[in-house]
C-alpha cells in the first residue's frame, strides 16, 4: 500500500502509524481495518485478558463501554462525530485485584465505510486530577473547619468577656457596700444604753443591740464569700480566657517555639480547673500533691498544656461512671536531676499487649479516637529532652502515666 502513496501520503501515514495515541479504522460492522502501533499497544492487554480476537472492535469495546460501541452500531447518518473526548474505564484482572484503566476516546464517522476511532490511556492523569480534585476539597473543608472553629472561639471569647465584666461589677458593687454604717449604729446603742433603756426598757434595748451585731456579723460573713466566689469565678474566667489564646494559636498555627521557663505546677493547676466539670459530672476525685518550691523548666507551655490535659483526659474517661473507686492523683515531684509528674487514675486499665502500641501513631481504644493524642504527646516530652511513660497492672487495674523532665538550674 505504502509503495503506491505520493512521499505526502507517506509521511502522512508515518505520522498517524507512530503517533503517541491510539488510531483505528473499522468498518460500519467493527472490523479492523488498519490499527497504528499505539492502538495495537493499547488493546493487547484487553485482547488477552479476555482471550479476544484482534480483527474486530466491538467485542473489544465491549469490556471498555458496551453502550458507546451500541451508539457507533447504531449511528444512522452518513457521517459525523460519534463520540468526543468521552472517558471510559476499562477493568483490567489481575492476581491482587482488578485495576481500573481511563481511556480518553474520540469516534468519527468518515463515510458509509470507514469509522475512525482514536483513544489514549489517561489513567495517570486522570489520578493526578482526582487526587488534586480531593485536596482542594479537603483543603476546604478544613477551611470550613477553622472558619467554623474561629467563629466558636470568637463566640466564646465574647461571651467570657461579658461575663467577667459582669462579676467585676458584682465586685464593685460588694466594696461599695460598706457595713460601717451598720456596725456605727449598733456602736451608738451600745453607747447609749442606759438613755435607751430608759425609753425601751433593758430586755427590749439589750435585743436591738443583739439584732444589730448579727446582722452585722451575718452581713460580713456573706459579704466574703461573695467576694471569695466571685475571686474564684474570675479565676475560672482567665484560665479560659488563656485556654482560648491557646486554641487561637493552634487554629492560626502561629504556636510559639520558644522555650521560657515555665511552671509545671501552675499548667497542673490550669488543665485540673479546665477539667473540674468533666471530672464532677463522673463524681470523680483528683488529689494533687506538690512541694511548695519546685525546679521549674523551659519549654512551651501552650504545648506542654497540651500534653496534661490529654493526660488528664484520657484518665477521666477511662474511669466508668459507676466506678466503686473514681480517683486521680497527681503527684509532682523530683528525683535526682529529674522533675517528675506522675498520674495514676482507677480507670479500666490495659493489657500489655495494648501497652506496648499506646504511642504508636494510629493505634487507638477509642471508637472515635484518631490514635494521635498520646503519639503528639510524646513528641512534644521528647522535643522538651524529656520521657513519657504509661503502665497498668492489666485490665480493671488502672494505669500510672509518668513524664520526666530535666531539671534546669534556675528555681522557682
Do not use: W
Request: charged share 20%; glycine share 8%; with cysteine.
Amino acid at each position: 500500500m505504502e509503495n503506491h502513496m505520493s512521499a505526502s501520503e507517506q509521511r502522512l501515514f508515518s505520522i498517524i502509524k507512530y503517533a503517541p495515541l491510539g488510531v483505528i479504522e473499522i468498518d460500519q460492522n467493527g472490523v479492523i481495518q488498519n490499527m497504528n502501533l499505539k492502538g495495537e499497544e493499547l488493546l493487547m492487554p484487553i485482547i488477552s485478558a479476555y482471550n479476544l480476537s484482534s480483527k474486530n472492535l466491538f467485542p473489544i469495546f465491549r469490556y471498555v463501554n458496551e453502550v458507546l460501541t451500541e451508539r457507533i452500531q447504531s449511528f444512522s447518518e452518513e457521517s459525523g462525530l460519534i463520540a468526543h473526548n468521552e472517558t471510559h474505564t476499562f477493568l483490567m484482572p489481575l492476581p491482587g485485584g482488578d485495576a481500573t484503566t481511563y481511556f480518553n476516546i474520540m469516534v468519527n464517522k468518515m463515510d458509509a465505510s470507514c469509522i475512525m476511532v482514536s483513544f489514549d490511556d489517561i489513567t495517570e492523569k486522570h489520578l493526578k486530577e482526582e487526587a488534586m480534585r480531593l485536596a482542594v476539597l479537603d483543603k476546604a473543608v478544613e477551611e470550613g473547619k477553622y472558619e467554623i472553629a474561629s467563629g466558636v472561639l470568637h463566640d466564646i471569647g465574647n461571651a467570657v468577656v461579658g461575663f467577667g465584666s459582669y462579676l467585676t461589677r458584682i465586685r464593685r458593687v460588694t466594696e461599695t457596700n460598706s457595713l460601717d454604717n451598720l456596725r456605727q449604729l449598733a456602736g451608738f446603742f451600745e453607747a447609749n444604753l442606759q438613755n435607751l433603756s430608759t425609753v425601751l426598757g433593758p430586755a427590749k434595748s439589750q435585743a436591738i443591740i443583739d439584732m444589730l451585731n448579727g446582722i452585722s456579723e451575718r452581713q460580713t460573713t456573706h459579704h466574703e464569700e461573695i467576694n471569695k466566689t466571685v475571686t474564684e469565678q474570675i479565676n475560672i474566667v482567665n484560665h479560659i480566657q488563656e485556654i482560648l489564646n491557646i486554641h487561637r494559636q493552634y487554629l492560626t498555627g502561629r504556636e510559639t517555639q520558644e522555650r521560657r521557663p515555665v511552671n509545671l505546677r501552675s499548667i497542673i493547676s490550669d488543665c485540673t480547673s479546665m477539667l473540674l466539670a468533666s471530672a464532677d459530672k463522673k463524681a470523680i476525685a483528683i488529689s494533687i500533691s506538690s512541694p511548695p518550691d519546685l525546679p521549674i523548666i523551659k519549654g512551651d507551655r501552650t504545648k506542654l498544656m497540651q500534653v496534661i490535659l490529654n493526660v488528664l483526659k484520657n484518665s477521666i474517661e477511662a474511669i466508668d461512671m459507676n466506678a466503686p473507686e473514681k480517683d486521680i492523683s497527681i503527684r509532682l515531684y523530683t528525683h535526682f536531676n529529674k522533675l517528675i509528674l506522675q498520674v495514676q487514675d482507677s480507670g479500666s486499665g490495659f493489657d500489655e499487649e495494648n501497652g506496648k502500641l499506646l504511642f504508636g501513631r494510629g493505634f487507638t481504644t477509642k471508637t472515635t479516637g484518631t490514635g494521635l493524642g498520646l503519639y503528639n504527646c510524646r513528641m512534644i516530652i521528647e522535643t522538651h529532652a524529656g520521657t513519657i511513660n504509661i503502665i497498668s497492672d492489666g485490665p480493671g487495674k488502672g494505669a500510672i502515666t509518668t513524664i520526666e523532665f530535666p531539671i534546669q538550674t534556675t528555681k522557682g
